[in-house]
C-alpha cells in the first residue's frame, strides 16, 4: 500500500467520548459506527524514525464506541465530537475520551487491518518528527464513516 498522506495539526476543544464494549476486538470494526482505539507506545518506539513495525504498537489501553447522543443534546449521531457538558454523569460511567489539545493528525479513506494500521501510524510519526514535532506518547487510532465510506484516523498528543 502506498500512503500519500497529508498531514495536520489538530486542535480539540473539546473531548471525544466513547464507551466501552467487551463485544469489541481490536482492529475489527463494525460498518458505519465510529470506534477508537488507545495505545501507550513504548518512548523508545514512539520516538524512533524507524521504529521496529512488530513492536511498535505498546499495550492497548482502551477501546469503544462512540457514545450516541440522546434527542436534544446535539446535532450528531454519536458522542464523538460532542461537547463533554452535554454528557450526562450516566452516560459517563466506564467511558473514555480522547483529551481535548492538540493532535498531529492524518486519515486515509480506507479500513485497516493491524499490519496496515502500525504502517500508517508510522508514516505519521516519521513526518512529525522529521518536522521536529513533540510527539506524545499516547496513540489514538479512530475509524469513522465520512460519506459511507471508512475513514483511518491517527492522533499523536502534540507536546508544547
Same mark, same amino acid.
Given at each position: 500500500?502506498?500512503?500519500?498522506?497529508?498531514?495536520?495539526?489538530?486542535?480539540?476543544?473539546?473531548?471525544?467520548?466513547?464507551?466501552?464494549?467487551?463485544?469489541? %476486538?481490536?482492529?475489527?470494526?463494525?460498518?458505519?459506527?465510529?470506534?477508537?482505539?488507545?495505545?501507550?507506545?513504548?518512548?523508545?518506539?514512539?520516538?524512533?524514525?524507524?521504529?521496529?513495525?512488530?513492536?511498535?504498537?505498546?499495550?492497548?489501553?482502551?477501546?469503544?464506541?462512540?457514545?450516541?447522543?440522546?434527542?436534544?443534546?446535539?446535532?450528531?449521531?454519536?458522542?464523538?465530537?460532542?461537547?463533554?457538558?452535554?454528557?450526562?454523569?450516566?452516560?459517563?460511567?466506564?467511558?473514555?475520551?480522547?483529551?481535548?489539545?492538540?493532535?498531529?493528525?492524518?486519515?486515509?479513506?480506507?479500513?485497516?487491518?493491524?499490519?496496515?494500521?502500525?504502517?500508517?501510524?508510522?508514516?505519521?510519526? %516519521?513526518?512529525?518528527?522529521?518536522?521536529? %514535532?513533540?510527539?506524545?506518547?499516547?496513540?489514538?487510532?479512530?475509524?469513522?464513516?465520512?460519506?459511507?465510506?471508512?475513514?483511518?484516523?491517527?492522533?499523536?498528543?502534540?507536546?508544547?
Amino acid at each position: 500500500m502506498v500512503m500519500h498522506l497529508q498531514y495536520t495539526t489538530l486542535c480539540l476543544y473539546a473531548p471525544l467520548w466513547y464507551v466501552s464494549d467487551p463485544a469489541l %476486538k481490536p482492529f475489527q470494526y463494525s460498518e458505519g459506527e465510529e470506534t477508537v482505539m488507545a495505545f501507550e507506545l513504548a518512548r523508545g518506539a514512539g520516538q524512533s524514525i524507524d521504529p521496529d513495525p512488530a513492536d511498535y504498537l505498546g499495550p492497548l489501553l482502551w477501546m469503544g464506541r462512540a457514545i450516541p447522543v440522546r434527542a436534544g443534546t446535539g446535532s450528531d449521531q454519536t458522542g464523538a465530537g460532542v461537547a463533554a457538558d452535554t454528557v450526562s454523569a450516566p452516560d459517563r460511567a466506564g467511558a473514555f475520551c480522547i483529551p481535548g489539545g492538540r493532535y498531529f493528525f492524518s486519515q486515509i479513506r480506507e479500513p485497516l487491518e493491524r499490519d496496515g494500521w502500525t504502517r500508517l501510524a508510522i508514516e505519521v510519526q %516519521k513526518e512529525g518528527l522529521w518536522q521536529r %514535532k513533540r510527539l506524545g506518547s499516547r496513540l489514538y487510532l479512530r475509524v469513522v464513516y465520512e460519506d459511507g465510506a471508512a475513514a483511518a484516523q491517527i492522533l499523536r498528543e502534540l507536546g508544547s
